[in-house]
């Protein structure tokens, strides 16, 4: 069973009702979150040709046409399955803008398997201010590089859990829901990222295997 926040769930009802004005105040209720998923995950080389705004209007439709469906029978709570538009508008814009090239790997690669280098730096910057003593925050930029270099040496999808939980804001269900395991097993390869990243201050830069 789908769990949504309540006001999500009364404004899910007020549709199925044949609300005419509800489908508006719902999706209208997700757009800032979902045009900071877009921002997460546009290469800065589509941004520039793309206003976010675009992207997440696109997605809002697409979710729109496909709403009396989710309502027969809801597959994920309803933020994770209307982000799910947003992430195919972004994927189709790479591909589309990036790689035209039928051979490109992008085509072959997962949501999680993709990230612009823009959105790995930021959360590196974050991950490493938030991770280090006092005393290293005069190297903060060094240490960016290490942390930079250990997410790019984690698995895709502890690495997308990293991301969706820091710079997408999600909670630990809709990250569960995001990525298609239970919350237990998100929570594991969490802790377990943040552990590397610590064992990575305190080894003098060392990146961890």
């Given at each position: 069973?789908?769990?949504n926040?309540?006001?999500t769930?009364?404004l899910?009802r007020?549709?199925g009702d044949g609300d005419?004005e509800?489908?508006?105040?719902?999706l209208?209720?997700?757009?800032?979150?979902?045009?900071?998923m877009?921002?997460v995950r546009?290469d800065?080389?589509v941004?520039?040709r793309?206003?976010?705004s675009?992207?997440v209007?696109?997605?809002?439709?697409d979710?729109?046409?496909?709403?009396g469906?989710?309502?027969?029978?809801?597959p994920l709570?309803?933020?994770p399955?209307?982000?799910?538009?947003?992430?195919e508008?972004v994927?189709?814009?790479?591909?589309h803008?990036?790689?035209t090239?039928?051979?490109?790997?992008?085509?072959e690669?997962?949501?999680d398997?993709?990230?612009?280098?823009?959105?790995?730096?930021?959360?590196a910057?974050?991950?490493a201010?938030?991770q280090?003593?006092?005393?290293?925050?005069?190297i903060?930029?060094?240490?960016?590089?290490?942390?930079?270099?250990?997410l790019?040496r984690?698995?895709?999808?502890?690495?997308?859990?990293?991301?969706?939980?820091?710079?997408?804001d999600?909670?630990?269900p809709?990250?569960?829901?995001?990525?298609g395991?239970n919350?237990?097993a998100?929570?594991?390869?969490?802790?377990r990222?943040?552990e590397?990243?610590?064992?990575?201050l305190?080894?003098?830069?060392?990146?961890?295997?």
């Amino acid at each position: 069973m789908a769990i949504n926040d309540s006001d999500t769930d009364i404004l899910l009802r007020q549709v199925g009702d044949g609300d005419p004005e509800a489908m508006g105040r719902l999706l209208e209720k997700y757009r800032p979150r979902l045009k900071q998923m877009v921002a997460v995950r546009l290469d800065r080389r589509v941004s520039s040709r793309l206003d976010p705004s675009d992207v997440v209007r696109d997605a809002l439709a697409d979710a729109g046409m496909n709403l009396g469906e989710y309502l027969r029978e809801p597959p994920l709570p309803f933020y994770p399955w209307l982000r799910r538009f947003a992430m195919e508008r972004v994927i189709q814009l790479h591909r589309h803008h990036l790689y035209t090239d039928k051979r490109s790997s992008l085509r072959e690669q997962t949501a999680d398997a993709f990230l612009p280098d823009e959105t790995t730096l930021q959360l590196a910057d974050m991950l490493a201010s938030s991770q280090s003593t006092p005393s290293q925050q005069v190297i903060r930029g060094e240490l960016c590089q290490q942390v930079r270099q250990l997410l790019d040496r984690l698995a895709p999808r502890d690495r997308e859990v990293l991301v969706l939980r820091y710079l997408e804001d999600l909670s630990f269900p809709e990250i569960a829901s995001a990525v298609g395991l239970n919350e237990g097993a998100v929570k594991m390869r969490h802790l377990r990222a943040l552990e590397r990243i610590r064992v990575l201050l305190n080894s003098n830069g060392e990146v961890p295997n």
